[in-house]
């Protein structure tokens, strides 16, 4: 390429706008709430446990994920049965109070 075609060429480049920018940002972090990564991560003070500084990169061992929507994980069968025998502090026998149980948390997981 020579010097004109250069010069040709950076002037036919323009910068994105800033709405170009926002929407290239809102797509990212679509794309990585699809993923169940974090959009950003956060590093807090020791002594004040106040946050310091935001990251889009995890710099410390010990940053904090920051995601837009919660992050759950599903119960395992014992887990659910030691909240049920907490709550109702007796052995439970319907096994159909199972099922409810995780198509409650599933029904929560879909917002």
Known sequence: MNEYELAKAQQAYSPPTLE????QQADRIAELEKQGEPVAWMQMHHK???PTKFSPVKVWE?????YTTPQTKPLSDEEIEEVI???WNKE???RG????AKAILRKAQEK
């Open 48 to 50: 004040d446990n106040i």
């Open 85 to 87: 025998r907490k709550h």
């Open 62 to 66: 010990d940053d904090i994920p920051l």
């Open 92 to 94: 439970y026998k319907n």
């Open 97 to 100: 109070m199972m099922a409810f």
């Open 20 to 23: 170009e920018i926002i929407k």
